[in-house]
């Protein structure tokens, strides 16, 4: 006779291929069938309120015509999406790895037509998106290549930067993906949405930040360079070149002068400008600067945060 468990876990699994081949009412209509024979199953309770969850808010989706809005509305939900996970507590990793997969593969399907002919070959935007979706369905080696196309068009934007290193460690090659992520979060913080990595260099990072300090989302992700640092994980630097040495010092002058005059910002200003410090330092080292500049740099972040340059000088 067959163990009453078994139709039930096939079932679920079903459900869970129907969503990763982008059918949410099939996986739905599983789940509901699931739930009739195992009425107390956690899993099939969390599977189904996500599918719904997606199925409801995406309803209208079809009503959006132009396929770059489509698959960036589909998108646009994912930070909806995290905060309800938050409320719903529990995780099942096979569910929500079902659930990516979906949400990245409808967005992906709506923007390969645009890619087709060619003509928006050089959109950075695009190429960005189709990388990230690339990357949320597990082509990591097509995420590679659309992610390297737009970093080509935008260098110097952190979120682009942060894609391309989170695929990179994805691939295996950390010492490239700790010097991308070094060089995104320097840049633009505030605009690498961390829910969205998947690497566990940054995962880790972010877990072990956030279970030691309470800071809200924001200043998480202008103190994770920091910490990335003094723990050891974005370990590999480049040299500046001049005009790069330049901004350094200009951006360091401004927020020095903003935390002097905005203390309520302090808190997001700080780890920022004891980040900048870091890469000041290590510039002085590569050149071999009077010792006396290093000094001068450490008593800065001395004043700064005391704690970070206890931590930093050990």
Excluded at 100 to 115: H, I, N
Aim: hydrophobic share 40%; aromatic share 10%; glycine share 6%.
């Amino acid at each position: 006779m067959m163990n009453a468990e078994q139709p039930v876990e096939g079932l679920i699994q079903k459900a869970y291929n129907k969503l990763k081949a982008s059918d949410a009412e099939g996986a739905a209509a599983l789940l509901d069938k699931a739930l009739q024979i195992d009425s107390d199953n956690k899993e099939i309770k969390h599977a189904l309120k996500s599918v719904n969850w997606w199925l409801e808010h995406t309803a209208r989706v079809n009503e959006i015509k132009n396929p770059y809005e489509k698959g960036g509305f589909i998108l646009s939900q994912l930070k909806q999406y995290y905060s309800f996970l938050d409320i719903v507590a529990d995780n099942y990793d096979l569910c929500q790895y079902a659930v990516r997969r979906y949400v990245f593969s409808s967005a992906l399907s709506c923007f390969q037509d645009l890619l087709g002919d060619g003509v928006n070959q050089h959109d950075p935007g695009l190429l960005l998106l189709v990388g990230r979706c690339y990357k949320g369905v597990g082509n990591y080696d097509e995420a590679l290549k659309y992610l390297e196309q737009a970093v080509r068009f935008k260098r110097e934007d952190g979120e682009t930067l942060a894609e391309l290193a989170d695929v990179n460690a994805l691939l295996g090659e950390a010492s490239t993906a700790k010097a991308l992520f070094r060089e995104a979060f320097f840049l633009n913080p505030e605009k690498i949405d961390l829910r969205a990595m998947e690497s566990e260099m940054v995962i880790r990072l972010r877990d072990r930040l956030a279970q030691e300090k309470n800071y809200r989302e924001e200043e998480l992700r202008e103190w994770i360079p920091v910490y990335g640092r003094l723990w050891g994980v974005f370990s590999v630097k480049r040299e500046l070149k001049p005009i790069e040495f330049g901004r350094l010092k200009q951006s360091i002058f401004t927020l020095e002068t903003e935390c002097r005059g905005n203390p309520k910002q302090s808190a997001l200003l700080k780890p920022r400008l004891i980040n900048r410090y870091f890469w000041l330092i290590d510039y002085y080292e590569n050149k071999r600067e009077d010792p006396e500049l290093i000094e001068e740099v450490l008593l800065k972040i001395k004043v700064t945060d005391p704690e970070i340059y206890e931590r930093y000088i050990r």
